[in-house]
């Protein structure tokens, strides 16, 4: 059943590979031999280079539900390889032979293995000065950032609360705001993480540690007009922070880092000051926006990709030691990026 | 200070009058002697015939916060009066000396008081069949049911979840959805209730005891496509409810009846299902949309409220007993409404 295409003359792929496939639903992470899949149509085969285990595919990983197919589910959602062999048309075949980033098309084909297919438009060239490791995690937190730049555009907002500012995601929202226009009010924990945002040159820190944080987060809000809140941290203070948003604000859940399984929400601040509260998840905004329109934001603000926006990693991992990645991961999450290193 | 106001010929005002405050924010409801308000340009004083304790009323009272001034504050969001004096402009003159359906404009103006000033444009003048008593309820009501057919036709929803169905609004959203050909999807926690849902001939009425109501309810929403719940019950079945929904689903919460201080929200269902979750307040929806255009709609569905959504009202009280009012509403609030009526 293997379709007609063509390969990098020097490159020779295997028939099989090694995947990370989940046991059970509850884990752990093994590696199963499979087939190396086969590019269809405006599809690529990428040689993978790196993979980064994100706060979203710990989510997926944490539950599959019934909508994934265990048998066939391989993790991963962004990483870097280099495209070995491409299916019918024109953009597939401009990738051949180049290293790109790339983002997963199917639960089938996902970046923790040692091949992928996806689609040509899922994927874009990484410059010389960017290393494999770096342009592994260059898709999903630029995407994500410039979808909330999007949502903040439609919505007419005039600034944006940023919770956890600190993290790699957290920081590019700032950068952008700051390209932007648009002013950041970034919620910190700690005074090393204040440091952090210090650096950028941020105006706006927070630290949600301090006794009047509620408070100084409703004078800021107000001031500015900062009627959107972006939210992973999903913790206990998350009422609080709500009720200080002024009338008509909207709050984007987009992880939820302590892990909670219900988000709590005072129920007369929802009605009475009407907040609207949404979820987002880059796979569906992705599929939503088409990501092509995304990618010609990406090239734009690729260069702060290798300089300011350089992301810390803490550690890399082999394949087969998956699941101690996703646990060492899970340990210090602020401390740096895990990357799987396929063999 | 007094403007000059046109005076209806046989009717004199008095100085002074009875209205309701809160001696402190947690109650009770007193009666105090005040000036009788003067109506400025547009603005009408009304002699108040009977008001409804309404959920939103409660809501209010149970927590004025800071924003409300309770040396000034009168409750009562609506009633029915006689119009006995105008100011400046052509529809206060056209109300003069009518019986009117009417819904306050100030936080020191409510309905529940002897006297009230309101916009003209917040009155709307009561055909001869309806009672004082079904007419002080005709606005709350129809403007909210109107409200929530707005934001599904802007949405562009197929169908309707109606939670609880068999309250006076439930039963007009069941009614308005007919009229439109949008099927409602109605939500009961009883047979009793299921039977009155039946009395109007509604097609699809799900009873919360049963067994398999989340997966009736999943079942139904995704045949009908109903990707809209509205709800004020906020019970713990509502998690389980917004999980049942299709993806991209939008949750209205425009009330607390258990009383509950926080809305519980799966956060992996708003995330991966992108699950939106607003609260709807008519106050803030009547400001933004301007009450003319609705004034218009509810004239068109005013036959209703003398027929098929004449409500059940269980007791009235004068305003010196007004707490007993509150209090005896609050006991059993789906048997009936309770009115105030000034001395």
Known sequence: MHQTIIMKGKVSVPEKMQALFLETAQGPLAVRLTDVPVPGPGEVLIKMLAAPVNP????????????????SYIPGLEGSGTVVAAGKGLMAHLWLGKRVACSSEYPSGGTWAQYMV??????????????????????????????????????????????????????????????KGIPVINVVRN?????????????????SS?????????????????????????????????GSLPSDSSVIIYGNLTGEEYLLTGIRQVISKHITISGFYLGNHARRNGLLKNMIEIMKVSRLLSTDMKIHIRDTFP???AQEAVDSYLENMSAGKVLLIPE
Not at 156 to 179: C, F, Q, T, W, Y
Not at 214 to 242: G, R
């Open 118 to 179: 996806t689609r040509a438009g899922l994927c874009f060239p990484l410059g010389r000065k960017v290393s494999d490791e770096q342009g592994s995690m260059s898709l999903v937190n630029p995407l994500t950032a410039l979808a909330f730049f999007e949502i903040v555009r439609k919505g007419r907002h005039k600034a944006i609360i940023n919770n956890p500012a600190a993290s790699a995601l957290g920081r590019m929202v700032e950068l952008l705001g700051d390209k």
């Open 56 to 71: 979203s595919d710990l989510a997926r990983l944490k539950n599959p539900g019934g909508e994934l197919d265990l048998k």
């Open 191 to 207: 005074q090393k993480q204040a440091d952090i945002l210090k650096g950028l040159h941020s105006r706006f820190i927070l630290n």
């Open 319 to 321: 394949l087969s030691r």
């Open 210 to 242: 301090d006794h009047s944080f509620i408070a100084d987060l409703a004078t800021l809000a107000k001031a500015l007009e900062a009627t959107i809140l972006f939210d992973s941290v999903c913790n206990n203070q998350l009422p609080e922070m709500i």
